[in-house]
Every structure is written in C-alpha cells, then in structure tokens.
C-alpha cells in the first residue's frame, strides 16, 4: 500500500523531472538551430510557423499566440522583414493594422522548418513506443492540472 509520504516523494520526483525538462527546453530554446542551411533562432521559427499556419495573421494574432507585448512581436517581425521573410500588407478593412505573409524565401524556410520539426517529433514518438495511449491520457491530465497550479504561482508573483 502507498503511503502519502510515497505518493509525494513521487510527485516531487515528477516536478523535479519537469523542471529538468524546462531547462532542457530553454536551453534548446536559446540556441541557433540549423534548417538546412538556413541558421534560426528558436523566436524567429516560430513566428515564421504562425505565419505560414495562417498567412494574414497579424501582429496582435501572434503577440496573443505566443504571450508576448504587441511591441515584443513588432520588433521580430521587422527583423524577419529586414531578412527578407516576412512581408506587411495594410488590412483593406482597418488601414491601422497589418496582416503578415512569409515571401518565397520565407515559405522556403517554413517548409524547412516543418521538415525538421516532423523529424524531432517522430523521434520522440518513437522513444515513446513502449508508452501506452493511457499513459499519453494520463500524462495530459497531470500536465493540464499542473498548468492550472503553474497559472496560480504566476498570477500571485504579479500581484506582490
């Protein structure tokens, strides 16, 4: 039988693991990744993958995707602009906003992006295989459960 002293050694033991895994992705996060040729920071991907996901989005679309300030958003935008990636075109209904496409060389780097994308994610899928779709169920579970906590600390730190 379990004790509640196992049951939260083993719930520290999975927070520390997720901790170890925030850290693994920061640090993957903070890097230049290579697509081919093509040399990116992890921001600039992603921005380049909600454009090419929904061509026309626009600059206050991605700030809410990616949790970021308008201003956040602008400044790398104007910086894939500056590369050549990412186009502006003036909203034909609101003069005050701009949609944003990816141009030939952006579109070229998207699809690399996602080529290298796929490649990590089926090499993760089958470091995986011995898991059950149960487990998956479970894992998400305990993932929503502890973003909901995670929501909690953050809006607490912002009110001190």
């Excluded at 894992?139 to 953050?154: G, M, P, S, T, W």
Aim: glycine share 6%; charged share 30%.
């Amino acid at each position: 039988m379990t004790t509640k002293g196992d049951r939260y050694g083993r719930f520290c033991k999975m927070i520390e693991e997720l901790d170890r895994g925030v850290e693994l992705i920061e640090e993957y996060d903070s890097l230049l990744h290579d697509y081919n040729g093509v040399m990116l920071f992890q921001a600039e991907s992603q921005l380049i993958k909600a454009i090419g996901d929904k061509p026309g989005i626009t600059g206050k679309e991605v700030a809410d995707i990616f949790h970021k300030s308008p201003s956040a958003c602008s400044q790398l935008v104007r910086k894939l602009k500056a590369k050549g990636w990412v186009s502006q075109t003036r909203n034909e209904k609101n003069s005050r906003i701009y949609n944003l496409y990816l141009t030939k060389e952006g579109i070229d780097i998207y699809e690399k992006h996602h080529d290298f994308e796929e490649t990590c994610y089926l090499r993760m899928y089958n470091m995986l295989s011995d898991v059950s779709e149960e487990d998956f169920e479970v894992y998400i579970k305990i993932q929503q459960k502890l973003n909901e906590a995670f929501a909690e600390d953050v809006k607490e730190s912002m009110e001190l």
